[in-house]
T-cell receptor, first 114, second 114 residues
Framework: KQEVTQIPAALSVPEGENLVLNCSFTDSAIYNLQWFRQDPGKGLTSLLLIQSSQREQTSGRLNASLDKSSGRSTLYIAASQPGDSATYLCAVRPWNNAGNMLTFGGGTRLMVKP | GAGVSQSPSNKVTEKGKDVELRCDPISGHTALYWYRQSLGQGLEFLIYFQGNSAPDKSGLPSDRFSAERTGGSVSTLTIQRTQQEDSAVYLC????????????FGEGSWLTVV
């Protein structure tokens, strides 16, 4: 059974810092991995999707990397801003593309202090 | 529509009453997901619809929970005889195989059972 772990569970940084959020998964046979952010009281917003054949994806100040063989993905946030404060979740889709077997990590709660 | 739409956004109900939560997925998306998120907790899979296939109901916590998807579009999640432990945010998501399976979430329906 796939298990997805996100470390740290919570992170507090001063504004302007570059930071890395980690997502690890136990079964490397994946179809893709997706990063989301969730603001308090809101749904999940998709940030980046990495297919299993890709190594990284970039969107603005965000860069997500994938090392399938080691079961790891990182979300890099450059020049963090208070508006980046949210919970960040990763989700792994299994090799057979079965949507009912998506596995979410527990999330990293990020606070960026002005 | 432009995004996944859920209604109601907030619902307060008395213990023992039935509730219906509605999800309108992104037009053309064949896959629809329901998740539950209790306060401060991770995402709990409830049910998954994919096209005309039989839904995966393995995540429904009890027989008080049911869901249907009419015409391959709108879905309704029904909770009968609500209990206080049903209080949570119910999140709906949809995805399309044609665009890499990016999953898009709605804003959620916040259910409080008193």
């Amino acid at each position: 059974k796939q298990e997805v772990t996100q470390i740290p569970a919570a992170l507090s940084v001063p504004e302007g810092e570059n930071l890395v959020l980690n997502c690890s998964f136990t079964d490397s046979a994946i179809y893709n991995l997706q990063w989301f952010r969730q603001d308090p009281g809101k749904g999940l917003t998709s940030l980046l999707l990495i297919q299993s054949s890709q190594r990284e994806q970039t969107s603005g100040r965000l860069n997500a990397s994938l090392d399938k063989s080691s079961g790891r993905s990182t979300l890099y946030i450059a020049a963090s801003q208070p508006g980046d404060s949210a919970t960040y979740l990763c989700a792994v889709r299994p090799w057979n593309n079965a949507g009912n077997m998506l596995t979410f990590g527990g999330g990293t709660r990020l606070m960026v202090k002005p | 529509g432009a995004g996944v739409s859920q209604s109601p956004s907030n619902k307060v109900t008395e213990k023992g009453k039935d509730v219906e939560l509605r999800c309108d997925p992104i037009s053309g998306h064949t896959a629809l997901y329901w998740y539950r998120q209790s306060l401060g907790q991770g995402l709990e899979f409830l049910i998954y619809f994919q096209g005309n296939s039989a839904p995966d109901k393995s995540g429904l916590p009890s027989d008080r929970f049911s869901a249907e998807r009419t015409g391959g579009s709108v879905s309704t999640l029904t909770i009968q005889r609500t209990q206080q432990e049903d209080s949570a945010v119910y999140l709906c998501a949809s995805s399309s195989d044609r665009i890499g399976n990016t999953i898009y979430f709605g804003e959620g329906s916040w259910l409080t059972v008193v």
